[in-house]
T-cell receptor, first 120, second 115 residues
Framework: AQKVTQAQTEISVVEKEDVTLDCVYETRDTTYYLFWYKQPPSGELVFLIRRNSFDEQNEISGRYSWNFQKSTSSFNFTITASQVVDSAVYFCALSEAQVYSGGGADGLTFGKGTHLIIQP | NAGVTQTPKFQVLKTGQSMTLQCAQDMNHNSMYWYRQDPGMGLRLIYYSASEGTTDKGEVPNGYNVSRLNKREFSLRLESAAPSQTSVYFC??????????????FGPGTRLLVL
């Protein structure tokens, strides 16, 4: 069975500090997909990134970067120079690949989330 | 282009009452999903639909039924609400692909309180 662990329940940092959110996953599949979502105080879920298991290149998007390491089953998320607007709950999620059989769908397995607080 | 919409935004029920949560998407996606979010639990999959006319159970299906009315709409029904079903419910949709793992886009959520 697949599992996602976000061991950090809550992190509080001062604005402009760098912060890393940890995500460790378990799966028996060799092909799988990893995601990060942001849930701001308003409650909606905002997609941030999707990564497949064959692409271990790190990704950078502005102040956000992601470090995928298959050797440690981790997909960590770093925010550089954090801002108050980054305050949110961040979820890591896993999806295992499905062989197409006339219609494929695959639910996400979510971690419990990390509540990130950026203090001014 | 509204994406994924959900109605109602908030609902209060008494134990034993029934209700249907509505979800619609305008992205022409084949796959749709229902999740519930409880404090400290992340999101858990209730039911999903790979295409019009098909539905499958997720991790926590007990106490719920679903209907994939057409390609756009996927409803979640509570036949006899219980306090344990107090939660925030999210609908999502994604494109279909032969390998799965497509990005899911979420609606704004429905906050349900069962007294």
């Amino acid at each position: 069975a697949q599992k996602v662990t976000q061991a950090q329940t809550e992190i509080s940092v001062v604005e402009k500090e760098d912060v890393t959110l940890d995500c460790v996953y378990e799966t028996r599949d060799t092909t799988y997909y990893l995601f990060w979502y942001k849930q701001p105080p308003s409650g909606e879920l905002v997609f941030l990134i999707r990564r497949n298991s064959f692409d271990e290149q790190n990704e950078i998007s502005g102040r956000y970067s992601w470090n995928f390491q298959k050797s440690t089953s981790s997909f960590n998320f770093t925010i550089t120079a954090s801002q108050v607007v980054d305050s949110a709950v961040y979820f890591c999620a896993l999806s295992e690949a499905q062989v197409y059989s006339g219609g494929g769908a695959d639910g996400l397995t979510f971690g419990k989330g990390t509540h990130l607080i950026i203090q001014p | 282009n509204a994406g994924v919409t959900q109605t109602p935004k908030f609902q209060v029920l008494k134990t034993g009452q029934s209700m249907t949560l509505q979800c619609a998407q305008d992205m022409n996606h084949n796959s749709m999903y229902w999740y519930r979010q409880d404090p400290g639990m992340g999101l858990r999959l209730i039911y999903y639909s790979a295409s019009e006319g098909t539905t499958d159970k997720g991790e926590v299906p007990n106490g719920y039924n679903v209907s994939r009315l057409n390609k756009r709409e996927f409803s979640l029904r509570l036949e006899s609400a219980a306090p344990s079903q107090t939660s925030v419910y999210f609908c999502a949709s994604s494109e279909d692909s032969w390998e799965g793992g497509e990005t899911q886009y979420f609606g704004p959520g429905t906050r349900l309180l069962v007294l």
